[in-house]
């Protein structure tokens, strides 16, 4: 079955950049695109950006550009995400997601980070 | 950039029907895809495509899209029900395409 494990929760001080982790299982890695979504304690869910595990293109939500960057290892089926210049409103739960066509159909579990002094 | 507009709370006794709707500019143009997500866990995929469903989801949730309002559809609620659900699109009309969400709606089962 497919599975998308996140690595374990982060805490970071402000300025700081944190790397999470999201390796597939279950399907062919390169055959579907990866979302990111962050979700703050409490509230919605926020698009952060995707990225192609084939060929490494990536679409960044206007809000991340600069301070995101995605990107993968085929050769154990992992996606990455990396954000920089970290704040306190940046503390959140960030979930990778298999993209099929338009929609999510698989999530990962979930990477909480922790950003404080 | 395009917003979608969901009601914060639906209230609905066991074994009623719930609608949550999601409001958004022409959405009907568009294909919507539903998340129920309970506490403390990840989003699961329920609807894609307006209404067509995963394997696993029960019959009873069912969606609809047509001008300007998208509605998931629980039938029968149950209190397994009781979760926050997300509307999403892809918008492809701005400079920025991008996926969208709604604001969720939570779904209390009385």
């Known amino acids: 079955q497919v599975q998308l494990v996140q690595s374990g929760a982060e805490v970071k001080k402000p300025g700081a950049s944190v790397k999470v982790s999201c390796k597939a299982s279950g399907y062919t890695f390169t055959s579907y695109d990866i979302n990111w979504v962050r979700q703050a304690t409490g509230q919605g869910l926020e698009w952060m950006g995707w990225?192609?595990?084939?060929?490494?293109?990536?679409g960044y939500a206007q809000k991340f550009q600069g301070r995101v960057t995605m990107t993968r290892n085929t050769s154990i089926s992992t996606a990455y995400m990396e954000l920089s210049s970290l704040r306190s409103e940046d503390t959140a739960v960030y979930y990778c997601?298999?993209?099929?066509?338009?929609?999510?159909?698989?999530w990962g579990q979930g990477t909480l980070v922790t950003v404080s002094s | 950039s395009y917003v979608l507009t969901q009601p914060p709370s639906v209230s609905v006794a066991p074994g009623k029907t719930a609608r949550i709707t999601c409001g958004g500019n022409n959405i009907g143009s568009k294909s919507v895809h539903w998340y129920q997500q309970k506490p403390g866990q990840a989003p699961v995929l329920v609807i894609y495509?307006?209404?067509d469903r995963p394997s696993g989801i029960p019959e009873r949730f069912s969606g609809s899209n047509s001008g300007n309002t998208a509605t998931l559809t629980i039938s029968r609620v149950e209190a397994g029900d009781e979760a926050d659900y997300y509307c999403q699109v892809w918008d492809s009309s701005s400079d920025h395409p991008g996926v969208v969400f709604g604001g969720g709606t939570k779904l209390t089962v009385l």
């Open positions: 990225m192609n595990p084939n060929s490494g293109n990536t």
């Open positions: 997601a298999r993209r099929e066509t338009g929609y999510s159909d698989n």
């Open positions: 495509y307006d209404s």
